[in-house]
DNA sequence: GTGAAAGCGCTAACAT
DNA sequence: ATGTTAGCGCTTTCAC
């Protein structure tokens, strides 16, 4: 900037008005500034320039747990999206389902003083945070709550949409009905299976643990425990997966054997609807979940001291059995 | 730093010290000014130490079209592993296919003095990067390459590819093959286009205009164009589509008609192998063209002024017509 | 081994 | 309307 002003002839805050299109410069100098700018290559230095103005890099932190997850990505492209309306950008981070990782990288971007951050926790305790949000830098969590700390949270009603799965199979007579679950570690999972076991519960049936399969990471472990279970005694009529990886593994299976069991997933995916069984699936609003949390942020870096919100979107149930 | 200095009773270089982990200080220093960090929450200023330091930021910027795409979405998982390793963050940006959007997001990563640049360009002309690679941001295009500025860059095979893909349907004896295209403004759907008239004429067939669509942007719209062609005078036996959205477009309409008609896709997708149809696919490795990139990307911030290099990554044909 | 002073590139608060 | 000065929070240099 020092060089700029000697070129043009004029002073170090004179460039500083110019390349901040600040009001009240004669258009004289306006156009030698530019002139100068042009011709040495200058480029702002915005680390300075947010450093000296107090705060607002107009950066945004986004801690998911796997951007390659179609429901992380497009949560990444929405908060990008309403980042983009504020002028700022987003660095995302992965913490791989890793509460280490989690803290180290929720603490990495702080230090690199981003004016906010949305969260999904993998974690069970961001008491670590509270430090951060104290010295101003707002969080809102989505899609999972917060382990000990006060804070604003969007979530998805998983226990109602798990509910109304159940319900759906239990309405088509279906009274042996196999849960498979990711992991009971992870807070929607626990949601989930809550709110199906309060829906069979209603229904009068005893629980038993051979219908319920933890541990389902991935479509072909899903696939192996849909054989297994219809392979054991008295097998299940009907399938509740709760995630749409789960799903996936399941019809594969269900397909590859000829039966002819229904499937409720949790998840509704791209190709849901071209899938070789009928599927009917628990959706919800992606973006919006993305959405509300993200412009939640942005109201709270504009403004803060206002009293946490937790919202809770709907899901809805997408029958696609009849075909 | 300075309170924590007071607070320790030592002076602010020794904080400063302790915090870079330096050697050469005294334990019980050492264990004074941890205390005093931990007790007023203090939490180092990376802004302020990289803009002293002289450069990285330990960050690098990723500009790709759409994250929701599960491409993109996979190059920004690579790309942030591979960062990591470098204890480095990701910004990653979408321009959505805008030139404008580019250039503005791409001077805007500049500003914010990321030490290195990932780019998928969409735009033709970047020679508005020169200044920055001249100043020592180091930029690495793929996927596509760069217009107007020499650097870096890692392809796929995209006329290897498609030429492949014509000869499978031509071996099964296919003489009229219907070929649905994005946009051709698109440099990978140029290519792909290419060399599918490659193959195409090397075969001595006669071009036909009605056997290419254009403008082809999602599912629906692929559907309608199969229809159309299929619904015309001497309809073609087989499809070839250039990308993976148009295939589950081209699929779903063929299967919808009980159309027996072949189908090769370029670019392979996660549930391909579960559609209803028998389906071919021109396959490719995602993550080892984010690697690469990536790790030509950190080799030239550690080591500049390399000649830049070109790397292209073959593509491979995948048989799933057998069912 | 530790500290004082200077300064990275910029902007806020004040002159002029 | 323009320029001068101080200083954001840190690291570098060099003296002790």
């Not at 702002?44 to 747990?65: H, K, P």
């Not at 950008?89 to 230090?111: F, G, K, Q, W």
């Not at 190709?271 to 069984?277: A, D, F, G, R």
């Amino acid at each position: 900037m020092v060089d700029v002003a000697r070129h043009a002839g004029v002073s170090l805050k004179t460039v500083s008005r110019v390349v901040n299109k600040a009001p009240n410069v004669q258009q004289e100098l306006v156009d030698r500034v530019l002139a100068a700018v042009d011709e040495l290559g200058f480029r702002r230095n915005q680390l300075a320039s947010a450093l000296r103005s107090g705060q607002q890099t107009s950066t945004v932190g986004l801690l998911i747990e796997e951007i390659a997850n179609p429901f992380y990505a497009t949560i990444a492209q929405v908060a990008a999206e309403v980042a983009a309306g504020f002028d700022s950008l987003l660095i995302t981070a992965s913490s791989e389902e890793d509460p280490v990782r989690e803290e180290r990288l929720l603490r990495d971007l702080c230090a690199r003083r981003v004016d906010g951050l949305l969260v999904v926790p993998a974690g069970y305790d961001h008491s670590f945070l509270r430090a951060e949000v104290e010295q101003g830098i707002p969080v809102v969590f989505l899609d999972r709550p917060a382990g000990g700390l006060v804070a604003d949270t969007v979530l998805l009603d998983n226990r109602g949409g798990a509910r109304a799965g159940v319900e759906h199979l239990l309405g088509e007579g279906h009274r042996r009905i196999g849960v498979l679950l990711d992991s009971i570690g992870v807070y929607t999972m626990r949601e989930r299976l809550g709110g199906a076991q309060e829906a069979l519960g209603a229904a009068g049936l005893p629980y038993d643990s051979h219908l319920v399969c933890d541990g389902v990471r991935d479509p072909v472990t899903a696939a192996q425990a849909v054989a297994q279970m219809l392979d054991a005694p008295d097998p299940p009529t009907a399938f509740f997966a709760l995630n749409n990886r789960i799903t996936v593994g399941v019809v594969q299976e269900l397909w590859h054997r000829n039966s002819t069991a229904s499937v409720v997933g949790f998840d509704d995916f791209e190709l849901s609807h071209l899938m070789p069984l009928p599927l009917t699936v628990i959706a919800y609003d992606t973006r919006e979940l993305a959405r509300q949390a993200a412009e939640l942020l942005f109201a709270r870096i504009a403004k803060q001291n206002l009293w946490p919100r937790t919202v809770v979107l709907p899901t809805r149930l997408v029958n696609r059995g009849l075909r």
